[in-house]
């Protein structure tokens, strides 16, 4: 038997009312926000993430489903989306048409991770990026929306945890502030910290082995070594959020080790899913744009895993949804009959009405019991002696009353079952 993917899942008819739940308070939410959706191919020239995202980066060196097709392109499945944003905006030059950007996103998302709660390889994200201004009210706003969003969806054991990165010039020179702390301990730092003592120091901070922890425990920290500029950018950050009344702790070891972070970062971890906490992570980006080939345009955005905000939805029974329920269920009782059931149903459905009846030839008992099953509210009685009188009963399952009516008026029956 053919299985699917290690790391893949189906999302079965049962599951699909929450993910829709999920969805529709995305849509809501970035709705009111002006944000408007966006949709990138599932797949783009590798080129693309390796520079978007920096080939030093776990993604980029060990998680892309990379391969070449049929013409020789290296193409890679998207492992997240603000690269395949960026690429559009400067395709189709969307800053020509409107100086500031706010676009969202649903979207599959593909990373060769190992598997395990809350971590797959086909998995989805939602997403905003606001392209176009380097007002710190809109890296606030970010923040703001994945916690609106979160909040809606009954969240409650939620961290805000944010950091600035600060401008690249004080960056640099923190960085080797770093380098001549670390140098003391470089030997006992594990091989990966050593590799990226090389690559990407900011990251050894990111290591969740306790030899390096110990060791970062100790380190001096960007915070503490930002300009004013930068200062100044993270503190209104600060003020935005405490005026939406947006919960936050400052998280000095926060860092999203990519080079074209600029300012804030910020991640939201639930107390609810075990190892796999972060909901969402995001930042302000003002060098990427530039770097893929745009101008200088200043960015800001968040992702956040749809897997893992449904479990913390789901440990926390955060919402609950109403049974699906059908509007009419059209029990046929003779065979003869069965064409006429069925271009009622159509008929119905036009209506705006749901509609299901038998197509298995059951029997009357099998049928009512179907319908009992798909919560009808109303069953739709079709045969027997009322029949030949030109009559079809409706029945209301709530409360057992029941109506007849004349076959050929189905308007009245439109209407009865809109009305309730
Ligand atoms: P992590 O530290 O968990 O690997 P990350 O830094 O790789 O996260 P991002 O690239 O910032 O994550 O993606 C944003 C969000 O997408 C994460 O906070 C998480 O909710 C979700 N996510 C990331 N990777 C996966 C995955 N393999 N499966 C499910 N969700 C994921
Ligand atoms: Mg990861």
Redesign the pocket.
Known sequence: MIKAIT?TKDILPIDIPKWRYLENTVISTMTRFNYKEIRTPVFEETSLFARGIGEAT??VSKEMYTFIDRSGTSVTLK??MTAGVVRAFIEHSLDKKQSLNKLFYISP?F?Q?RPQA????Q?H?F?AEALGSNDPILDAEIIIIAYDIFKQLGLKNLSVKINSLGVPESREKYKNILREYLDKYFNDLTAESRKRFDTNILRIF?SKEGQDQKIMENAPLLIEHLDTESLEHFEKVKQALLSAHVPFEIDPKLV?GLDYYTHTTF?IVSGSVGS?S?????GRYNLLVKELGGGDVPGVG????????LLACENEKSFSLSEEKIDLYIVTLDKELNGFSYTTAIELRRHGITVELDYLSRSVKAQMREANKLNARFVLMVGGEEFKQNQILLKNMANGEQINFEKSDMNKIISLLKEN
């Open positions: 790391g776990d993604i492992p997240e998302m990373r991770e809350g971590r797959y390889r998995f994200q997403g990111d999203r991640e796999q972060a909901l969402c992570g995001g968040f992702a956040s895993g749809i897997e893992r905000v």
